[in-house]
Structures are given as structure tokens and as C-alpha cells.
């Protein structure tokens, strides 16, 4: 039975197929495989401990499968999904996001065995021996790519772990800057990996906070390289860089900060394309346009909305045959600007082609925004040209594009 679909949203060239309240407990990250021509769309949640898989196979009328609880009072948001197993991380809740400041939590990565796909049998836990691990990355295979903590680091780095026995992880390697470890002189940047480190061949492409975009040489993976770091530091917002996802095709790449701090109290956002045709001097050469409120929505700009504006998550294909994978498109959450859609064929002239923006929620779930407004978090694409975006206080819209070209090009 599908769900009746929340009206009140803001739409350019996309259209709503299908919503689902996810029983009251909103997604953060999100992640999906086929198995025997049924679709699985795997979800991690915010305010709530634990993982849902929803049956997304007709996209109009999903229908909820499973919830799998997680440990108490630990963030459980990032989630993947490849090769019939399920990586979930986990983490010290950050003040002001519904922790308890002094009691217990669990860190690290959980193992899931998602050979069944409505049942996830945990095989193994990766513990970093820390506050735990944010956006992870494995697309298959025996190895994880791990952004967690370590003792004698600060923030989080690199791991490398071998998970081809699942039930006993093994960390092969590890990557950080100097400065993050302790004692190192601090000069006040925030170096951290957020992740995930996407791997391209024998390349890992890192998003590290003031650190800027990395690239690593893991062909040996006992002993990851840099081989070249694009810095930002004082010109990015609060978070640095959030996002690092390589077009290796056309030798670009889309990066992006995070915005952190509501009604714009931060440095100006930053969301755009590096060229990497020479992996040794990274350029940035674009810029994706800054969103507009729509005419009928009444705002000026969308600081004044409230809640958090600028850009989040993108796509990422991830390697995954169920997922969109091309490099002609970009897909950027926008947090308050909701989903933003972009014609990236021209790496110097990116456009936007489309949006979506949830209404604003009606109930609060969640201790934030500060004022209830819908705050679109993550967006991942199916190979049937499905959208499916999650916000931090509704359930799951699923979408598509009407046209992949709406205007005139020449």
C-alpha cells in the first residue's frame, strides 16, 4: 500500500514517485543492492539507533522490511551496502545531537552479512580503539576503507582493514597528516578524514576536512603514499572538505564543504570540480551556481530560511551495478535548498537543471534545526533513474527527473 505523499514541496524538473514516513524515525545515510530482480534500499538512521531496509522494487509504493536495532547511545548514520555484506558504522554522538555526555557508547564498524536481504546477521566488529568512525567505504571484496579514530591521533584518518575473514577484521595500514598526531605543533586547522575514501584502482581520493582533497597511492596497501593535496584552509566553512568523489572517466572530480552552522554563520560555502588530469597539481576549476529560492516560496535567498543552507552529500555510485553511474550529472543535497541537480557536462560551466525541496516537517523528531525546516541530508540514484533523498525530520521521498536535458544546449 503506498503512502499518501507530503504536499507542500518545491519542484523543478524532478516529480515525486513515491514517500515513506519510515515509522517515524528519519534516514541519514543511505545505501541499496539487488537481489533476484528485487530492489533494497538500506537505511541508517539519525535520532534513532539502528538500520531499516525498505522493498523500494516498485518505487511508488515502497514498503518497509526490517529494523535492526543498534547499541544504545551511539550514532549509527552511515551505512553500505555491496557484495552481500552491510558496513555500519559507529560513533560517539556529538554534543547537542541526543547523546548522554558520560555514558557508555560503541565505536567502530559492524559487519553484516546481507546475503538475505530483509535479515542482516552481524559476522564482525572492527573497533578503532577510539570515539569510533564516521563515513566508511567498501564496494566489494575483501577490503575497508575506514574513516575512524586512533589512539595518538586527533580527529579521524585512514585505515585500511581486511575484512576476507568478516568475524576478524585486520587493519593493514593506516594514512594521517602530521599534524594530527598528539604533541604535533597545532596550527588550528581541523584536520580530519570525513570520508568516505573513495578508491579508483589503486588511488584513494580522501576529503579531509582543512586538509583539502588528497590523493593516495594505495598500491601497496601496506603503505599508502600521498601523491597530492588540494588546500583550502581559511576559505572553506566550518566543516572543510566533506566530499571527494572522483570521475575517473573524465579525469574531474566534484568536491564540496559541508555546511555546519545555521542562517549562515560560517564562511561561504564551497561545492565545485577539480580537474585531476595531472594528479600531481589538482585545480579547481568551477563552481556550481549558488541555489535560488523559488519564486513562489517568498525568501530572498535561503539564509533566511533558517536551519542549515549549503551543500552536504552527493551521489556516489560507488562501483555498485544497482546504482546510477554517470559522469554527466552531479546530485548535491543542499540541506534547506534540498536536492540540487546539475549539468556538469562542461566541467568549466556547470548548471543546474533541477530541484527538489521537501516541505517544511510538521512534526519535530529531532533536537535539530534550531527552527523546523526541512533539511534534505543525503541522495543516492538507482540505476532505474530513482532519486531517493532523506531529511532530518521526514521519511524517504523517491524521485526521478522528467527530462535529462530540459533546455537547450549547443
Given at each position: 500500500m503506498a503512502q499518501p505523499i507530503p504536499q507542500g514541496y518545491f519542484a523543478h524538473n524532478t516529480e515525486v514517485l513515491g514517500y515513506h514516513d519510515l515509522n517515524g524515525k528519519p534516514a541519514f545515510k543511505l545505501a541499496m543492492q539487488e537481489v533476484n530482480g528485487r530492489w533494497y534500499l538500506y537505511l541508517a538512521h539519525l535520532w534513532h539507533q539502528?538500520?531499516?531496509?525498505?522493498?523500494?522494487?516498485?518505487p511508488t509504493a515502497p514498503q518497509f522490511v526490517a529494523f535492526t536495532p543498534g547499541p544504545e547511545n551511539t550514532w549509527t548514520i552511515q551505512i553500505q551496502v555491496a557484495d552481500g555484506k552491510m558496513i555500519t558504522a559507529l560513533e560517539r554522538i556529538a554534543p547537542g545531537w541526543g547523546g548522554i555526555e558520560g555514558k557508555e557508547h560503541a565505536e567502530g564498524v559492524l559487519i553484516w552479512d546481507v546475503s538475505d536481504p530483509g535479515k542482516p546477521r552481524q559476522l564482525g566488529h572492527y573497533p578503532t580503539?577510539?570515539?569510533?568512525?564516521?563515513?566508511n567505504f567498501y564496494d566489494g571484496g575483501n577490503l575497508m576503507h575506514v574513516a575512524g579514530g586512533a589512539?595518538?591521533?586527533?580527529?579521524?584518518?585512514?585505515?585500511?582493514?581486511?575484512?576476507?575473514?568478516?568475524?576478524?577484521?585486520?587493519?593493514?595500514?593506516?594514512?594521517?597528516?602530521?599534524?594530527q598526531k598528539?604533541?604535533?605543533?597545532?596550527?588550528?586547522?581541523?584536520?580530519?578524514?570525513?570520508?568516505?575514501?573513495?578508491?579508483?584502482?589503486?588511488?584513494?581520493?580522501?576529503?579531509y576536512g582543512d586538509g583539502g582533497g588528497i590523493?593516495?597511492?594505495?598500491?601497496?596497501?601496506?603503505?599508502?603514499?600521498?601523491?597530492?593535496?588540494?588546500?583550502?584552509?581559511?576559505?572553506?566553512?566550518?566543516?572543510?572538505i566533506h566530499t571527494f568523489l572522483p570521475l575517473p572517466?573524465?579525469?574531474i572530480a566534484l568536491i564540496n564543504d559541508e555546511a555546519i552552522r545555521e542562517h549562515g554563520d560560517e564562511d561561504l560555502n564551497?561545492?565545485?570540480?577539480?580537474?585531476?588530469?595531472?594528479?600531481?597539481?589538482?585545480?579547481?576549476i568551477s563552481l556550481f551556481p549558488l541555489p535560488e529560492p523559488p519564486p513562489e516560496s517568498g525568501l530572498k535567498n535561503f539564509y533566511e530560511k533558517g536551519g542549515r543552507f549549503g551543500p552536504?552529500?552527493?551521489?556516489?555510485?560507488?562501483?555498485?551495478?544497482?546504482?546510477?553511474?554517470?559522469?554527466?550529472?552531479?546530485?548535491?543535497?543542499?540541506?534547506?535548498?534540498?536536492?540540487?541537480?546539475?549539468?556538469?557536462?562542461?566541467?568549466?560551466?556547470?548548471?543546474?537543471?533541477?530541484?527538489?525541496?521537501?516541505?517544511?516537517?510538521?512534526?519535530?523528531?529531532?533536537?535539530?534545526?534550531?527552527?523546523?525546516?526541512?533539511?534534505?541530508?543525503?541522495?543516492?540514484?538507482?540505476?532505474?533513474?530513482?532519486?531517493?533523498?532523506?531529511?532530518?525530520?521526514l521519511g524517504i521521498y523517491i524521485l526521478r527527473l522528467r527530462t535529462i536535458w530540459p533546455y537547450a544546449s549547443g
Open positions: 539502528g538500520w531499516s531496509i525498505l522493498d523500494v522494487t516498485d580503539g577510539s570515539t569510533g568512525t564516521h563515513r589512539p595518538g591521533y586527533d580527529g579521524k584518518i585512514y585505515h585500511i582493514v581486511d575484512i576476507s575473514d568478516p568475524t576478524k577484521p585486520e587493519r593493514l595500514s593506516y594514512f594521517a597528516l602530521e599534524e598528539n604533541g604535533a605543533p597545532k596550527t588550528g586547522a581541523k584536520l580530519s578524514l570525513h570520508g568516505p575514501a573513495h578508491i579508483e584502482a589503486d588511488r584513494a581520493y580522501l576529503p590523493i593516495l597511492d594505495v598500491s601497496d596497501i601496506k603503505n599508502p603514499r600521498m601523491i597530492s593535496q588540494l588546500v583550502f584552509r581559511g576559505i572553506t566553512a566550518t566543516q572543510g572517466r573524465r579525469k564551497l561545492a565545485g570540480i577539480v580537474d585531476t588530469s595531472n594528479e600531481k597539481q589538482l585545480r579547481l552536504h552529500n552527493q551521489h556516489h555510485p560507488n562501483h555498485q551495478p544497482c546504482l546510477e553511474d554517470r559522469d554527466d550529472i552531479a546530485y548535491l543535497t543542499y540541506f534547506n535548498a534540498g536536492l540540487r541537480v546539475y549539468d556538469i557536462r562542461d566541467a568549466r560551466a556547470p548548471k543546474e537543471i533541477g530541484y527538489f525541496i521537501p516541505p517544511d516537517p510538521k512534526i519535530r523528531i529531532g533536537t535539530k534545526p534550531s527552527r523546523l525546516v526541512a533539511q534534505t541530508e543525503d541522495v543516492l540514484v538507482d540505476r532505474r533513474g530513482c532519486i531517493y533523498i532523506s531529511d532530518k525530520n
